[in-house]
């Protein structure tokens, strides 16, 4: 049987600071040192638009994704959930104090207290999603 050495809290730790730092984050240096603190050198962002590899892409995606919608915020919808080197978490964005303009799951694997991997699931009745899918049909 496969063991992991990842803990359940750190695994948590990592979705919620990702979300925040990093994809709700709007100062490009904040984002950035998060990316190195939370991220490892060869992680790979699974999104709408295809896979980014690495720390300067994966800044690069977060910054042109915060720019799209500056004032939004991230909203954990629930609690963080964890299973062996893997967890999941479901999430809604929007303006405050409005409602949730569009909801998604962020699923990362996680190696040696790093994300490894995120796959970043839209909800597809949103129009976020059919905005990402649309402007990278190509791709």
Sequence with gaps: MLQTNESADRIRELLDRNLQEVFGENDAARRRAAIAALWAEDGVLYAPPG???????IDRFAGDLRATHPEFVYSPQGRPQVLHDAGRLAWGSGRPGEPIAYTGWDVIIVRDGRIAA???????????FRRSSSAHADI
């Design 51 to 57: 896979a980014i590899v690495g720390h300067d892409a």
């Design 118 to 128: 995120l796959y970043v699931f839209l909800d597809e009745t949103s129009d976020e």
